[in-house]
């Protein structure tokens, strides 16, 4: 807000930074991260305005190369459970306390007041319609909520199954892949776990606007910006992960390819676990 005071005021371009979509091993200002992205228009979590990557999935791109290095990097974040974060622990479903034998829907959480939230289109009343679609239209299934880490008692999601009288299950911190590949279809307002899901071949759902939604991989429940060309999940991926975000090398925090941050954040994260595992 204060940049756009400032841009009104001056005439001067407002230039956006944020974190990139596989940030680091684990929240927070001291851990480097290995990727982040610049806008000059906006930015992609505000999804209902102008952005660069909305300006990219304009035209995506055709070229068989690229859509094949796509499909390669999305491979790889799906064999080695690569998130956003990558601090939380694999679990199993018996361990999250997903019932056994019953199939499940997963719904996913954000923090309340959070940017991209507002950004898509959306509010908190969006994730009671989200539960209440979600129970009226699978029934006999396990409702599992997948809570942000830092939404507490903001969970919208807690809130609205409280208010509804729904039982839901709620899994410990966990990394989010079994929990996706599992399930039998994804519920997001506007959270980066929506594209996660497409990339573990799930049914999404959508309740805001993403730069994802309206282009053919998702069923959508909120209003899409008109005229969204439709998109392959590899070109998609390809104009988010590789031509609107930056990767930094770990070391020497010199631009790098997306290949050498994800091979790092391997070896971060298993380098991590040996240190853990000898500590104990």
Request: aromatic share 6%.
């Amino acid at each position: 807000r204060r940049a756009m005071a400032l841009s009104a005021r001056t005439g001067k371009e407002i230039v956006t930074f944020e974190d990139g979509f596989l940030r680091a091993f684990s929240p927070g200002q001291s851990e480097p991260s290995h990727a982040y992205v610049i806008d000059r228009e906006g930015i992609y979590f505000e999804a209902m305005r102008p952005n660069g990557l909305d300006r990219l999935l304009e035209r995506p791109v055709t070229d068989s190369a690229k859509c094949a290095r796509a499909r390669m990097l999305i491979d790889v974040l799906r064999r080695e459970r690569l998130s956003k974060y990558n601090n939380s622990p694999l679990l199993s479903l018996e361990e999250a306390g997903v019932p056994r034998g019953r199939p499940f829907v997963l719904l996913v959480d954000q923090v309340a007041g959070d940017a991209s939230i507002a950004g898509a289109g959306a509010g908190p009343e969006s994730f009671r319609r989200m539960l209440e679609h979600a129970a009226a239209n699978n029934e006999g299934k396990t409702l599992v909520v997948r809570t942000h880490p830092a939404a507490g008692d903001r969970s919208l999601l807690r809130q609205a199954a409280n208010s509804l009288g729904l039982d839901i299950v709620v899994p410990p911190r966990m990394n989010p892949w079994p929990l996706l590949e599992d399930a039998d279809s994804v519920y997001t307002v506007s959270s980066q776990l929506g594209f996660e899901a497409l990339m573990a071949d799930r049914v999404v759902h959508c309740f805001g606007t993403t730069y994802y939604s309206g282009r053919g991989l998702t069923i959508d429940h909120a209003e899409v910006p008109a005229a969204r060309p439709a998109a392959t999940l590899e070109q998609v991926f390809h104009a988010a992960f590789l031509d609107y975000s930056h990767y930094l090398d770990l070391h020497t925090r010199q631009p790098c390819s997306m290949e050498r941050a994800v091979e790092q954040a391997i070896a971060v994260r298993d380098g991590l676990k040996v240190s853990a595992a000898m500590s104990v």
